[in-house]
Nanobody, 114 residues
Framework: QVKLVESGGGLVQPGGSLRLSCAGS????????IRWTRQVPGKERELVAN????????DYGDSVKGRFTDSRDNRENTVFLQMNSLKPEDTAVYYC???????WGQGTQVTVSA
């Protein structure tokens, strides 16, 4: 059974950092493009990051470029999202997924507030 589980969210002050994890099971992450998105209630889901199966080609949403970095650990079958210089507008539920099959995790809440 294909499953994606996000973790690492929480409450952080503006300017702080968090590292989200996306653990895959039932499939091999290194064979697929992985996408991070985020959503605020009442708003459309927003692209955060895309990486190709190799993890070398990456695209980021304009609002996070230069602050967020996507990476993979194939041995752990896990994708990471390092988020630095966090802003209150980064507050959202963050999801990872396999866009090819529309598989998504349950999400993890990130709250940036003083």
């Amino acid at each position: 059974q294909v499953k994606l589980v996000e973790s690492g969210g929480g409450l952080v002050q503006p300017g702080g950092s968090l590292r989200l994890s996306c653990a895959g099971s039932g499939f091999i992450i290194s064979a697929y493009a992985i996408r991070w998105t985020r959503q605020v209630p009442g708003k459309e889901r927003e692209l955060v990051a895309n990486s190709d199966p190799t993890g070398r080609r990456k695209d980021y949403g304009d609002s996070v470029k230069g602050r967020f970095t996507d990476s993979r650990d194939n041995r752990e079958n896990t994708v990471f999202l390092q988020m630095n210089s966090l802003k209150p507008e980064d507050t959202a539920v963050y999801y990872c997924g396999v866009p090819l099959y529309n598989y998504w995790g349950q999400g993890t809440q990130v709250t940036v507030s003083a």
